[in-house]
């Protein structure tokens, strides 16, 4: 028998023992846990309804068992009756239940009512009702009340201090919760597998070996062990960039005792250091383990088929999602409209945009970038306002997208005003990638005065490769020569290594196209001098099934011959129509002479 069958010929009994047990409201409150545990909450509110007298345990045991089985709304409805009906005390585990459902739901203005209800009713705080109003305020994006509430706190202990950390953590405030952790061990708490899951979790997202490192030697040293341990592990090191170490943890262990988390990291691993091969390589071997993979494993390959170069094995993937109910999920939805999208099958991307149920913000920033990316600035902006409509806020990834789809589309005007709304209306302070993309945006479409006076009045805010090099590349392409070297010169000065290689060519190409070669040739012999080369490009191709690899000047494919014949040919048809090459400004930086 099932536990569920158990459960029916548990209560089935007594039933039978008439309603001296039937009412009885510890017998009710283990009836509604019991149902609750099983996943059965629709019988543990039968119980609850046909009860007709009620005390606060009982109250408290269905908000509990709604807010065990994710149903956030549900609780809170009960919630607000038992606080409205003035005939039950209200107790810790009534609040923590309500503040646990708001953390669900991320409902920030209910959050904040409840606190001051709270507030109100109690004139001391318990330490565990504190911790979690401040889980409840990071949930719901007010990780500054969070910290505020930590701060108040005059009695804090070690849970507090991982849950702040957490906070940090969780929202993108990693040196903030490395602070806090060095701050936690003066006050003289001992780390802890909650502490050290978040040491990992930020390591991961900092890229940093050495506190990973660290981390790791202080489990070892005091023997620390906890559940989804060596992912944790594997993701950091596949983070750092140690993806060797990270293979060697993962084959630490035999096929048999790794679980879906450690399986799912390790391809992740592989994906994220562009180690497509090896990240299908173990995602087979995980089916051949009769390990069924779920949502986050096929997010996690998904993005390894557009290095390979091959839409077909981003279809089988999907058809795999769809066999097994996961083509709706908002993670993989997402990431197969990311696959879809840079392989350049657009139609297909939006038709899993339109079947993914749950949409969120990572949901309308990717199909946005890909519309983007395929030119469809108009598009992007109807989704961008579809998406505002829809309730759900933008965030600065989002901004990035949008403004970079106007850009593209040589939408400006649009793109400024979207550009104006970050700060005033969402409050979200522009970024070097935001300033990047407006001065990209205003250079594309020739006003690059303008776009240099943009840049110039962002003072060191704007002085970043990226935005500058952005701004030279528009001095070439509209001719604006003698900006480009006043352009140039800015990121020469900026100059911090062999990042700059690419502007060193753009420069080049600048004297150039105004047939200064003595200057080419100075360029040139600076990149030599400062070892700096251009990094040969690559196109993957898919062919009849087969991925081909091509190189500039590359001689090394079987149909060599066959393929520059055909080039010479698209030439001289090119020629015939009318087409007159650009031969002073050479791609490599290089000057005719040379060529």
């Not at 999602?321 to 997402?334: D, E, H």
């Amino acid at each position: 028998m099932s536990d569920y069958d158990n459960a029916n010929v548990l209560y089935g009994l007594v039933v039978k023992l008439g309603s001296d047990f039937v009412d009885d409201f510890f017998v009710v409150s283990s009836a509604i846990f019991m149902y609750a545990e099983l996943g059965c909450v629709d019988f543990a509110r039968e119980i609850f309804d046909c009860c007709l007298e009620r005390n606060t345990e009982v109250w408290n045991t269905m908000i509990g068992g709604y807010v065990q089985n994710n149903c956030p709304i549900e609780a809170i409805d009960l919630f607000v009756q038992v606080m409205e009906s003035e005939q039950f005390v209200l107790d810790d585990v009534t609040f923590l239940s309500a503040l646990t459902a708001i953390s669900q739901l991320q409902w920030l203005e209910l959050g904040r009512q409840l606190h001051a209800y709270i507030l109100k009713s109690s004139t001391i705080l318990q330490v565990v009702i504190l911790n979690a109003i401040i889980v409840m305020y990071s949930r719901c994006g007010s990780i500054g009340t969070s910290f505020k509430v930590f701060s108040n706190m005059l009695e804090r202990d070690v849970v507090t201090w991982n849950t702040m950390v957490s906070a940090f953590v969780q929202n993108g405030l990693d040196d903030e919760g490395l602070m806090l952790v060095f701050a936690m061990q003066k006050q003289g708490f001992m780390v802890d597998s909650v502490t050290l899951t978040a040491l990992l979790s930020l390591a991961s997202n900092l890229r940093s070996q050495e506190i990973g490192k660290q981390a790791h030697a202080y489990l070892i040293r005091h023997g620390i062990q906890f559940e989804g341990m060596d992912s944790y592990l594997i993701d950091m090191y596949a983070k750092s960039g140690l993806i060797t170490t990270a293979q060697q943890l993962f084959e630490k262990n035999s096929d048999y005792d790794r679980d879906e988390a450690t399986w799912n990291a390790m391809i992740a691993g592989y994906t994220q250091n562009g180690l497509s091969e090896e990240g299908f390589a173990v995602f087979r071997k995980m089916i051949e383990q009769n390990v069924r993979p779920n949502a986050v494993t096929l997010a996690s390959i998904l993005p390894a088929c557009n290095p390979m170069g091959t839409i077909g094995l981003g279809k089988q993937i999907h058809g795999f999602a769809i066999r097994c109910f996961l083509n709706r999920n908002v993670f993989v939805g997402t990431a197969l409209l990311d696959m879809y999208s840079k392989s350049g099958a657009i139609t297909y991307a939006e038709n899993v945009f339109a079947e993914t149920l749950e949409k969120n913000s990572v949901t309308y920033t990717t199909m946005i970038s890909s519309y983007g990316q395929h030119g469809m600035g108009e598009r992007a902006l109807s989704l961008f306002h579809a998406m505002l409509g829809s309730g759900i806020k933008p965030d600065s990834v989002t901004f990035v997208a949008i403004l970079s789809a106007c850009s593209y589309a040589g939408l400006v005007d649009e793109g400024l005003r979207i550009f104006q709304s970050m700060e005033r209306e969402y409050k979200i302070q522009p970024s070097a990638e935001h300033y990047c993309c407006v001065a990209d945006m205003l250079g594309r479409v020739g006003r690059v005065v303008e776009a240099y006076e943009f840049v110039k009045g962002l003072g060191e805010e704007g002085n970043t490769f990226g935005i500058w090099g952005s701004l030279l590349g528009a001095c070439r392409i509209h001719g604006e020569f003698e900006l480009g070297k006043v352009v140039a010169n800015k990121l020469l000065e900026m100059e911090k290594g062999s990042s700059l290689t690419g502007y060193h060519v753009l420069l080049s190409n600048i004297y150039a196209a105004e047939g200064n070669w003595d200057n080419v040739d100075r360029v040139r012999k600076e990149m030599r001098q400062k070892g700096l080369m251009k990094e040969a490009g690559c196109s993957w191709v898919e062919v009849a099934g087969h991925v081909n690899c091509f190189m500039s000047r590359d001689h090394k494919h079987p149909q060599c011959a066959e393929i520059y014949q055909m080039l010479e040919k698209l030439a001289m048809e090119m020629k015939d129509a009318g087409y007159k090459p650009c031969l002073n400004l050479q791609t490599g930086g290089i000057s005719a002479s040379e060529e």
